[in-house]
């Protein structure tokens, strides 16, 4: 994997590549988190043909008078048109562009993954926003992980998961055509049949193989989440408990019990174990 991972979803598919994501129609809004760059559809602009082509002539209008005063004073006005007209034109596909409900093109390079079917689509989107909750418990969990190394963590892992489940995808698709050809007329001493089987358990046990490896992937980010979650709540509820016990002291003059409060020693070693089975 490179440095970065780009990911972007439509209302069909999921492309995961370690280049671009481009838009087959419409508009892209890409959002950059540490090395992972998600690009989403952006809404239609609803701009209508007519509409278009009234700020088309609101441009192209100023844009011909001032090629008409360079010709009336005897100035060179076709440089001036051409690139007028190149101007005109590209604000109306831009604006055309705009005006069409966005998908993503599939990509060509052997390195990127596209998802189509639901359950895998699912998958990858429930890690994602998992990922996204791992993030938000970076800037409290300062001094106990390294961001940076936590972010090649997590995006090699989404990296991984787009991987295994594209596999889990093709195995569903195959075990699928095995099945009906397994229930095909076919003679049960026929040595075809008995191909078939082997290739069915050869399927099955590689489906096991890639299920186990997505739950795995997805039960380490899911950890790591739970567990700087876990970690922030308990950290408020101690600085409760030391403001709490502090007021009270002061309201009936008893000294401060030292050390009171929740101890988060268990909860950091926690953090740092779901970080490291998140890299390994």
């Given at each position: 994997?490179?440095?970065?991972?780009?990911?972007?979803?439509?209302?069909?598919?999921?492309?995961?590549?370690?280049?671009?994501?481009k838009?087959?129609?419409?508009r892209?809004?890409?959002?950059?988190?540490?090395?992972?760059?998600?690009?989403?559809?952006?809404?239609?602009?609803?701009?209508?043909?007519?509409?278009?082509?009234?700020?088309?002539?609101?441009?192209?209008?100023?844009?011909?008078?001032?090629?008409?005063?360079?010709?009336?004073?005897?100035?060179?006005?076709?440089?001036?048109?051409?690139?007028?007209?190149?101007?005109?034109?590209?604000?109306?596909?831009?604006?055309?562009?705009?005006?069409?409900?966005?998908?993503?093109?599939?990509?060509?390079?052997?390195?990127?993954?596209?998802?189509?079917?639901?359950?895998?689509?699912?998958?990858?989107?429930?890690?994602?926003?998992?990922?996204?909750?791992?993030?938000?418990?970076?800037?409290?969990l300062?001094?106990?992980?390294?961001?940076?190394?936590?972010?090649?963590?997590?995006?090699?892992a989404?990296?991984?998961?787009?991987?295994?489940?594209?596999?889990?995808?093709?195995?569903?698709r195959?075990?699928?055509?095995?099945?009906?050809?397994?229930?095909?007329?076919?003679?049960?001493?026929?040595?075809?049949?008995?191909?078939?089987?082997?290739?069915?358990?050869?399927?099955?046990?590689?489906?096991?193989?890639?299920?186990?490896?997505?739950?795995?992937?997805?039960?380490?980010?899911?950890?790591?989440?739970?567990?700087?979650?876990?970690?922030?709540?308990?950290?408020?509820?101690?600085?409760?408990?030391?403001?709490?016990?502090?007021?009270?002291?002061?309201?009936?003059?008893?000294?401060?019990?030292a050390?009171?409060?929740?101890?988060?020693?268990?909860?950091?070693?926690?953090?740092?174990?779901?970080?490291?089975?998140?890299?390994?």
């Amino acid at each position: 994997m490179g440095t970065e991972l780009h990911i972007g979803s439509d209302c069909e598919k999921v492309v995961v590549s370690p280049y671009p994501v481009k838009a087959r129609s419409g508009r892209l809004r890409r959002t950059r988190t540490g090395s992972l760059i998600e690009a989403v559809p952006r809404p239609p602009s609803g701009r209508r043909r007519e509409e278009r082509l009234t700020s088309a002539a609101r441009l192209a209008l100023p844009l011909i008078l001032f090629c008409a005063v360079l010709s009336a004073f005897g100035l060179s006005w076709w440089l001036p048109a051409a690139g007028s007209a190149a101007l005109v034109a590209t604000m109306w596909r831009l604006q055309a562009r705009a005006a069409q409900p966005a998908a993503l093109a599939v990509p060509r390079d052997p390195d990127s993954r596209v998802l189509w079917t639901a359950p895998e689509r699912t998958a990858f989107e429930g890690a994602l926003i998992a990922s996204r909750r791992v993030r938000k418990t970076w800037p409290a969990l300062a001094g106990m992980i390294d961001p940076v190394l936590a972010d090649r963590s997590l995006t090699r892992a989404l990296d991984e998961l787009a991987d295994v489940l594209s596999q889990r995808q093709e195995l569903r698709r195959l075990r699928g055509e095995l099945a009906a050809v397994r229930e095909a007329d076919i003679p049960a001493d026929s040595p075809a049949r008995s191909a078939v089987a082997a290739q069915c358990e050869r399927a099955a046990e590689l489906w096991r193989e890639a299920d186990s490896a997505v739950h795995r992937i997805l039960g380490s980010i899911d950890t790591a989440a739970r567990a700087g979650e876990s970690f922030i709540r308990e950290r408020q509820v101690a600085a409760t408990a030391r403001y709490a016990e502090r007021t009270l002291a002061r309201v009936t003059g008893a000294p401060a019990v030292a050390e009171s409060g929740p101890e988060l020693a268990d909860r950091t070693e926690a953090v740092i174990a779901a970080y490291r089975d998140l890299a390994a």
